[in-house]
């Protein structure tokens, strides 16, 4: 797209002139246009140069001739060396530009399908490990209610053993009373 301010460069010698000359009316329309935005006379005038699309306050012109101003705008030699557009090449370019296009919606697809297939993966690990660290939890308290109940168990039970001592020394004695008693029968 060329726009409508821009100048295309001229030949040192001369020979192109008109170029320059309409370079310089289109450049005057432009410049015109922009004083007087809005100017109907202005777009007009580019019209007949080319398309012209305005969207806001900011105007499109592409020149119909654009080839032809390319090649006027190269020097003598030059502008017999540039080759004519073949539309085979350019349908064949559109043609791939679509296929890669389609490739990269399929690719774009896939990769979408493969984060979203992480993403739910990423998911389960997470809701696990909540599971898992909540399970931990649950088991954690119950150990430590097991263990203050086994505490309280074993206070229970040095409270029912504190005769014991008490006891195994009676059990002593007469023990030593009965062996003294055997001793005096024998």
Same mark, same amino acid.
């Given at each position: 797209?060329?726009?409508? $301010? ?31 935005? $809005? ?97 931990? $939890? ?49």
């Amino acid at each position: 797209m060329a726009e409508g $301010g821009s100048a295309l460069p001229a030949e040192a010698d001369g020979s192109g002139t008109q170029e320059r000359e309409a370079d310089r009316s289109l450049e005057a329309r432009c410049s015109g246009g922009a004083q007087q935005p $809005g100017s109907r006379r202005a777009a007009g005038a580019l019209e007949r140069e080319g398309t012209v699309r305005q969207e806001g306050r900011l105007t499109h012109f592409v020149v119909s001739n654009l080839q032809q101003k390319i090649q006027l705008s190269a020097p003598a030699g030059a502008a017999s060396s540039i080759p004519p557009v073949d539309p085979a090449a350019l349908r064949e370019l559109g043609a791939l530009a679509a296929q890669v296009g389609a490739q990269v919606d399929e690719l774009l697809r896939s990769v979408h399908c493969g984060l979203q297939a992480l993403t739910a993966l990423s998911v389960g690990c997470i809701q696990t490990y909540r599971d898992g660290v909540e399970s931990l $939890g649950e088991a954690v308290d119950t150990s430590i209610r097991a263990m203050y109940t086994l505490v309280a168990r074993c206070e229970e039970l040095d409270l029912a053993m504190k005769p014991v001592p008490a006891l195994a020394r009676r059990i002593r004695d007469m023990k030593g009373t009965l062996e003294r008693l055997e001793g005096l029968c024998k």
